[in-house]
T-cell receptor
């Protein structure tokens, strides 16, 4: 597609429920990144994919968080047993390849509210 | 590890005022430096970048100079407009494809420009 698409744009869920957030990157972009944006905390790196593999999962906050990418394209971030502290905007970005020389294109994010 | 420190916000200015947003960084290698902007309701967009010492990035009247000696990349604009109201993020990434070549962001600062 022309840009990075994320869905849903807003999600309200009850504490303890599981949620899935979807990211559709720019066609041909092999690298995909998930960040979390919390009020006053800036952007926190969660995970990146190079193709379908995720070499660096160090940013995932707990084992309730997982992510996968299939076909080198769409990625899903899953949060199990959501907690109120998971409320944030989850941003996805893609780039041509992984590495410091490539610019990122960000999606508009999914605003998750856990009540 | 790498880190980016931005001045505390929010910042409120009158239209046509001069803007400076401070950014300093810590990096283990030789990073590229970026400013991203997030307009209300939109995703992050690359505003400008600089890839080596003394380089000046510029776009839309904004400028920032890569100062290796002071590890800084301050953002400036001579005359702000109401349309510049947004959240501004300083970021860095290292060259190559190692783990530090992902983008590391500062906490962001909200700029509001009054007519």
């Amino acid at each position: 597609g022309a840009g990075v698409s994320q869905s849903p744009s807003n999600k309200v869920t009850e504490k303890g429920k599981d949620v899935e957030l979807r990211c559709d990157p720019i066609s041909g972009h092999t690298a995909l990144y998930w960040y979390r944006q919390s009020l006053g905390q800036g952007l926190e790196f969660l995970i990146y994919f190079q193709g379908n593999s995720a070499p660096d999962k160090s940013g995932l906050p707990s084992d309730r968080f997982s992510a996968e990418r299939t076909g080198g394209s769409v990625s899903t971030l899953t949060i199990q047993r959501t907690q109120q502290e998971d409320s944030a905007v989850y941003l996805c970005a893609s780039s041509l390849s992984f590495g410091g020389n490539y610019g990122y294109t960000f999606g508009s994010g999914t605003r998750l509210t856990v009540v | 590890g790498n880190s980016v420190t931005q001045m505390e916000g929010p910042v409120t200015l009158s239209e046509e005022a001069f803007l400076t947003i401070n950014c300093t960084y810590t990096a283990t290698g030789y990073p590229s430096l970026f400013w991203y902007v997030q307009y209300p309701g939109e995703g992050l967009q690359l505003l400008l970048k600089a890839t080596k010492a003394d380089d000046k990035g510029s776009n839309k009247g904004f400028e920032a100079t890569y100062r290796k000696e002071t590890t800084s990349f301050h953002l400036e604009k001579g005359s702000v407009q109401v349309s510049d109201s947004a959240v501004y993020f300083c970021a860095l990434s290292e060259r190559g494809t190692g783990a530090n070549s992902k983008l590391t962001f500062g906490k962001g600062i909200t700029l509001s420009v009054r007519p």
